[in-house]
């Protein structure tokens, strides 16, 4: 297969991975709903990475890993809700959030990678 085949399908999947979140996230605007949504779709997502990891990493599942894993789950607004929490006086609930999402997004990869 052609590079340009392994680009065109890094972006649909990318696309796919962006849309997944959006529906997942939808347009919450409390906080408390923004952080959930968010804390589902990093755990969820690394629960496939680690399953696809323990198949092996071949190809297909290079860019479905990267492009639409990476594109569903979100670094940058789990920070940002952390941001958002410590800014708002919240500094418990901001760590306590960083810590959940982080421990629970390795336990899902470990869980599923059959560790």
Do not use: C, K, P
């Amino acid at each position: 297969m052609t590079a340009v085949f392994w680009v065109v399908v890094a972006v649909l999947m990318a696309g796919l991975g962006t849309l997944l979140r959006a529906v997942a996230t939808g347009v919450e605007t409390s906080v408390r709903r923004r952080s959930l949504a968010t804390l589902v779709v990093n755990v969820v997502g690394s629960g496939i990475l680690g399953w696809l990891t323990a198949r092996g990493v071949d190809r297909d599942s290079l860019v479905f890993g990267v492009f639409g894993l990476g594109a569903l789950t979100t670094f940058s607004s789990f920070v940002g809700l952390v941001v958002e929490l410590h800014e708002s006086g919240n500094r418990r609930a901001a760590a306590a959030y960083a810590i959940a999402t982080v421990v629970a997004s390795i336990t899902a990869a470990q869980a599923f990678h059959g560790g």
